[in-house]
């Protein structure tokens, strides 16, 4: 066990359920792959389409082409943070796997017994200070800014509990606060398999349209999407 793991998926997704559903499996996965006609692995338009653009219109496409490659979202997708977790496919852009991901920042997948959930971390808003109208009060503010500040250090020297990422010990697993980033039914679902991709397995779930996703949420082994489909299935 990993003490530096955040508090398990399952845990985190239930607060989000309806009254009539359960969960059956729920897994942590940010990083996504594209194996998606028309894109790259990365989910960015694939340069090879500048080709079949015609020379009157070949710059624009290609400021276009460079505007979706420089876009900081896509920071979320390809190899740079790892192997993909969940890779997006689909014969063509625009379809519902696709759809349901882009943009939407989910981190953590949860398959109920009515849908997928995709949820993500709710990032609070920084705290915005009231400006100081009076030159006493800015004194104030100061002397309350030197004393926080002494107080936060003698906390840091003092405090000898060890860390795990965002855990401390003796205390409770950090809980982060999810929101529902995108959802989908389980009628648009047309059905679950373990298959392989570059020769490793993975759980697919191919939806209505032929589009779908290879999930994998970090793990090699055969046997853990065994379990995970017969999760799915109700079966384990």
């Keep these: 066990m990993n003490l530096a793991d955040p508090l398990g998926a399952a845990t985190q997704a239930r607060p989000h ?5 359960t969960v059956l499996w729920a897994a942590y996965g940010s990083v996504l792959g594209y194996d998606v006609r028309g894109l790259d692995e990365f989910g960015n338009p694939a340069k090879g389409l500048l080709r079949k653009v015609g020379s009157g219109l070949a710059d624009f496409a290609g400021g276009v082409v460079d505007a979706a490659l420089s876009d ?35 981190s953590l997948w949860a398959l109920t017994t009515a849908r997928l959930v995709l949820l993500r971390v709710v990032v609070a808003p920084e705290p915005v200070e009231e400006p100081e109208k009076s030159l006493l009060g800015k004194a104030i ?31 409770p697993v950090a809980r982060k606060d999810f929101e529902v980033a995108a959802e989908l039914p389980r009628a648009r679902i047309t059905g ?40 799915t299935n109700g079966a384990a």
């Design 141 to 171: 503010g100061f002397g309350r800014g030197v004393a926080r500040f002494g107080k936060d250090v003698a906390e840091i020297v003092t405090d000898r509990r060890k860390t795990y990422g965002d855990n401390h010990e003796g205390e």
């Design 17 to 21: 359920l309806r009254p009539d559903e």
């Design 192 to 231: 679950f398999a373990v298959a392989q991709r570059d020769r490793k397995p993975g759980l697919r779930m191919s939806l209505v349209d032929g589009s779908g996703f290879d999930l994998r949420f970090g793990a090699d082994e055969p046997e853990a999407f065994e379990w995970l489909l017969a999760r």
């Design 72 to 106: 900081e979202d896509s920071g979320s997708s390809g190899t740079a943070q790892g192997p993909p977790a969940v890779v997006v496919f689909g014969d063509r852009p625009g379809l519902l796997a696709e759809s349901l991901v882009r943009g939407s920042g989910a």
